[in-house]
């Protein structure tokens, strides 16, 4: 039903002369640079954000590997993908699902070995797709053989390596830390009579950054890396490296408590400490020996603190994320204007997310229910054409939606069963990629280790290739685009028609040559007339579109969420 609706609209397009074609294919404008020779390959790249549980199974076993991603880069390569984010795939116990590490220079046998990855890494550099690993930075699993040697004695060689500390009194913990993932943050081991620190699951403990073998091993293991072809991490949880060393009481700063009963705390002590920028140049001396990038996992409040990691020379993360975006999750042009000029007055390049393996995928957070798939297509237009990288999560580009578990038997993140029914867990960001419309939607003969959504049957990547009106055939278009035009790529931003409430709409720059994007963020038609004199260009000539979107003497009309991308002429 859904699609026939859907190709309704797409024909009543096809057949209007009066209106822009709904989709065009960009023209080649200038040349762009070399990425294999490029040092700044990572601002022209688009990345690509790879759960590897969920995305493709080679062997049936219900939990996506290596290989099923090797048999799908050319799926990548032709959506337009220049690099691929893998979330950890090392050795691990998988209690927080890869983020606890029990080896750092191995792959998981669940994921396959070395070999695949070698193999993988082969094949990605052939279609000239760089290849980004997670660096779980701040805490190993607690069954790693440095944690296990810790634990085993006050006087072990890896004692120091972890946060241990008396309690402050007979069964009281050393401080009023509490886990984010619930609980206190120190866990008592009789073994010698301490306790140790871990800011995620007890199974997670903290590794201390402030001993310097720490921080040798663990920058050694990034050389071991780029050394098999890897261009650079993903480094997850970087505020969180250092704690104050007198482990001052974080600040209540709430009545009630959250979702796993604890108090409601300002990380004042345990977060964002300065040390962490030490850390940080240390690993960009190693990553610029090998051309490779680092992308943080930054919780960063307002662009002063963006601006602290990408530090005070560019020395420390090219990327570091900005998930403030991920925060306005109203179709608001005034939120959207406010913050891309704010992270565009930022000191170094943007990074734009809109969604990832812990926040729920934009189809929900922006859908109305109604013009889901026209507001996928809307978002899409918003960040993959904006100044900066774009890092696209698995199954955007089909329109994938979140269904939270609805039993708290299924759940299986560990969070969504200590939190239910307040906190139900990540499982929903996290279902298995929908390739086609058979059975566990193509990702998995065997038993999918996470229930694949219904909406495979409508939305998957086999029905959404064949449709020209699809959200997967306009992302396809999009990064065509993106990859052809210069100004799109590198050309600056400017707002324009600012003060329109419903139409959020900008021109990208670059000497003579010029794209207007306008998007309608409302469910009614809007006509404007775009601000392209007053910022010296004469007209536009549409390049990809979306719903009834015509300009006309810089007169434009926009369908409900339509989308707008012309080139400029003088
Ligand atoms: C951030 C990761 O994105 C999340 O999935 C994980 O649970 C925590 N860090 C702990 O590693
Ligand atoms: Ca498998």
Redesign the pocket.
């Known amino acids: 039903m859904r699609r026939a609706i859907f190709l309704m609209l797409w024909f009543g397009v096809c057949v209007s002369g009066v209106t822009a074609q709904k989709t065009m294919v960009a023209q080649e404008t200038t040349s762009l640079p070399k990425k294999t020779t490029d040092p700044d390959w990572w601002k022209h790249a688009v990345f690509y954000e790879i759960y590897p549980r969920s995305f493709a199974d080679s062997n049936g076993d219900g939990i996506g590997d290596l290989k099923g991603i090797t048999s799908k880069l050319d799926y990548l390569k032709n959506l337009g993908v220049d690099a691929i984010w893998i979330?950890p795939c090392f050795p691990s116990p998988q209690v927080?699902f890869g983020?606890d590490v029990s080896n750092y220079e191995n792959i998981d046998p669940m994921y396959g070995t070395l070999a695949d990855f070698d193999e993988l890494a082969a094949e990605a550099k052939k279609r000239n797709i760089h290849i980004i690993l997670d660096f779980?930075v701040?805490?190993t699993s607690d069954q790693h053989p440095w944690f296990l040697d810790s634990k085993s004695s006050r006087t072990s060689a890896h004692r120091d390596w972890y946060i241990w500390r008396d309690g402050k009194a007979p069964g009281e913990p050393p401080n009023n830390w509490v886990s984010t993932f619930g609980g206190s943050a120190w866990k008592f081991d009789p073994v010698t009579n301490q306790y140790y620190y871990h800011y995620?699951y007890p199974e997670?403990p903290d590794l201390n950054w402030r001993n310097p073998a720490v921080q040798k091993a663990m920058f050694d293991v990034t050389r071991w890396w780029y050394k098999r072809g890897v261009s650079g991490f993903r480094l997850?949880?970087v505020d969180i490296l250092f704690e104050d060393p007198s482990l001052r009481d974080n600040p209540i700063t709430g009545p009630g408590v959250n979702a796993f009963g604890d108090p409601i705390e300002q990380n004042k002590y345990n977060t964002k400490l300065p040390e962490v920028h030490n850390v940080l140049r240390g690993l960009r001396k190693i990553a610029d020996e090998y051309d490779a990038v680092l992308i943080g996992?930054t919780w960063t409040a307002d662009i002063a603190e963006l601006n602290q990691y990408y530090g005070k020379n560019n020395n420390e993360l090219q990327l570091p994320m900005d998930f403030l975006f991920t925060k306005v999750d109203k179709l608001s042009p005034a939120e959207f204007r406010k913050q891309i000029a704010a992270v565009n007055s930022a000191s170094g390049w943007p990074t734009f997310v809109i969604s990832?393996?812990?926040i729920p995928r934009s189809y929900d957070r922006y859908g109305d229910g109604q013009h889901n798939d026209e507001i996928a297509k809307l978002m899409a237009a918003l960040y993959l054409t904006l100044r900066g990288t774009p890092i696209l999560y698995y199954g955007e580009e089909i329109g994938m939606k979140t269904p939270p578990p609805t039993r708290k038997q299924d759940v299986k993140d560990p969070i969504g069963r200590t939190g239910w029914p307040k906190e139900k867990g990540?499982d929903g960001e996290r279902t298995p990629m929908q390739w086609n419309d058979t059975e566990n939607a193509g990702f998995t003969t065997g038993i999918p280790w996470l229930a694949v959504p219904s909406t495979y049957k409508t939305h998957n990547v086999a029905d959404e290739a064949n449709d020209p009106g699809s959200i997967l055939r306009f992302y396809q278009q999009l990064l065509k685009l993106r990859h052809s035009n210069q100004a799109l790529l590198m050309g600056s931003y400017k707002a324009i028609n600012e003060h329109n409430d419903n139409v959020l709409s900008y021109l990208r720059v670059m000497g003579n040559h010029g794209i207007v994007v306008a998007l309608n963020m409302s469910g009614d038609p809007q006509k404007i007339r775009l601000e392209l004199r007053r910022n010296g260009f004469a007209s536009a000539k549409v390049l990809v579109s979306s719903g009834h979107s015509a300009l006309v003497a810089n007169n434009l009309s926009l369908a409900p969420f339509g989308v707008f991308i012309g080139e400029l002429s003088k």
Do not use: K, L, S
Request: hydrophobic residues 20%; aromatic residues 14%.
């Open positions: 979330t927080d983020y779980v701040n805490h995620f997670q997850d949880a996992e990832n393996h812990d990540r």
